[in-house]
């Protein structure tokens, strides 16, 4: 199986902050990885895939790079709302894998 | 627009099957190229890929799961639907049903395995 590591685990930043996530995969996924947000007792929200593309609707704050094995979500100015927990998951290899997830909270 | 709702016994016994259906409204499961897909979230942890089900039935499965996993499509009902046989306490998460892209989730259910 593909191995994704997110890091950090655990962020604590501030409303208006830049915060970035970092996703490495064990082997190349070329650009076949997701993010998404989950809050509590919800189902995970899709925000980025292909990489770099914001799903319909996500507000453009946030933005997701990378290729092969390192990729980042940026989100440029932290709102209320954002604080959750966020996940990556490569759609290369079966199975289809996720990070452990990054639980942001509020400083 | 297309939305999906998990349905089935939210208490299943030790050894015996998990089976949950997912309904989809909103737009035909079997038009357009698209993966029915199962994940799974034991409380407090991260998201596990079960499986998926393309438009045509052809399915793909998670290796650690795959002996014990089915997936399948009834497209007369717009329903697909999960099978996890000999379930043990660890089988015990919130099941979610999805369509990868375009996005489209359930709310989950929790599944608990306990006798």
């Known amino acids: 199986d593909i191995q994704l590591t997110q890091s950090p685990s655990f962020l604590s930043a501030s409303v208006g902050d830049r915060v970035t996530i970092t996703c490495r995969a064990s082997?190349?996924?070329?650009?076949?990885l997701a993010w998404y947000q989950q809050k509590p007792g919800k189902a995970p929200k899709l925000l980025i895939y292909a990489a770099s593309t914001l799903q319909s609707g996500v507000p453009s704050r946030f933005s997701g790079s990378g290729s092969g094995t390192e990729f980042t979500l940026t989100i440029s100015s932290l709102q209320p709302e954002d604080f959750a927990t966020y996940y990556c998951q490569q759609l290369n290899t079966y199975p289809y894998t996720f990070g452990q997830g990054t639980n942001l909270e509020i400083k | 627009q297309v939305q999906l709702q998990e349905s089935g016994p939210g208490l299943v016994k030790p050894s015996q099957t998990l089976s949950l259906t997912c309904t989809v409204s909103g737009g035909s499961i079997s038009s357009g190229s698209h993966y029915w897909t199962w994940i799974r979230q034991p409380a407090g942890k991260g998201l596990e890929w079960i499986g998926r089900i393309y438009t045509s039935g052809s399915t793909n499965y998670n290796p650690s799961l795959r002996s014990r996993v089915t997936i399948s499509l009834d497209t007369s009902k717009n329903q697909f639907s999960l099978k996890l046989s000999s379930v043990t306490a660890a089988d015990t998460a919130v099941y979610y049903c999805?369509?990868?892209?375009?996005?489209?989730w359930g709310q989950g259910t929790l599944v608990t395995v306990s006798s």
């Open positions: 082997q190349g996924i070329s650009s076949y």
């Open positions: 999805a369509r990868i892209l375009p996005s489209a």
